[in-house]
């Protein structure tokens, strides 16, 4: 039965050596950098190992450009989990960047556990400690949210139509159905929004939106 093992694995970033070595009209261009953590986690997944080390999302917006870009880094700078038998884990630390040193994931951090007491002393009312289980959900389920944010913020907000349903993906008015009315400059932020008709209190109101924070409404 495989085991879970906590590997160490070095801190910084490596060159994405799958990342194409050309654009599109063929001409060089550098791979870019990612996480040694994430490297080691895909590496060890293309050799058939099961491999995570959790993944954070941050959008970051330059310039006046009007779309979010999406970075990843680790949940765990400097340490990936795997489920491998025996074989695998010594396969696993002769992966470049993996130090040859691990350890086994005990049952009770990897399913979390009680803690042992409360400030009151009282072990019946203690919190939850969650599991890697637990972050692994946690994470997973965090990171394809941001997925979909990212895909939506990268399809083409003109193909909008004056009048299509919209809806807004998070906070306040993600219940309600708007109707798009165009694209709009403001003067407080250096890219365009989105105004869209939002029906409130028996009337229509026009409302802006960053695009991020927009899909078209799915039927």
């Known amino acids: 039965m495989p085991t879970t093992y906590m590997l160490k694995v070095t801190g910084g970033k490596v060159r994405d ?7 599109d009209e063929g001409k060089a261009i550098k791979q ?19 491999a995570w080390c959790g993944r954070l999302v941050t959008f970051e917006r330059r310039g006046k450009n009007r779309y979010w870009e999406m970075k990843e880094s680790p949940m765990f700078a400097n340490y990936v989990f795997v489920e491998a038998d025996t074989e ?6 002769y992966v470049d960047h993996v130090s040859p ?3 086994v994931v005990a049952k009770s951090d990897l399913q ?15 919190p939850e400690i ?4 637990g972050a692994m959900v946690a994470s ?5 949210a941001a997925q979909r944010v990212d895909a939506n913020n990268r399809a083409s907000v003109v193909a909008y139509k004056a009048g299509d349903a919209i ?13 798009f009315d165009k694209l709009v400059s403001s003067p407080d932020v250096p890219w365009q929004m989105v105004q869209a008709d939002v029906p409130m209190m028996g009337q229509t109101v026009k409302m802006r939106f960053d695009p991020i924070d927009v899909a078209a409404m799915t039927t």
């Open 167 to 179: 809806q807004k993906l998070t906070g306040a008015f993600s219940d309600i159905t708007m109707k």
């Open 88 to 93: 695998q884990i010594l396969r696993a630390i």
């Open 32 to 50: 870019p950098k990612m996480h040694v953590a994430l490297w080691v986690e895909r590496e060890l997944n293309d050799m058939g190992i099961k």
């Open 101 to 103: 040193t691990f350890s």
């Open 112 to 126: 979390g556990r009680k803690a042992m007491s409360t400030a009151k002393g009282d072990p019946f009312n203690a």
């Open 130 to 133: 969650i599991g890697l289980q």
């Open 140 to 144: 997973d389920a965090a990171y394809e």
């Open 17 to 23: 050596d799958q990342a194409p070595l050309r654009d």
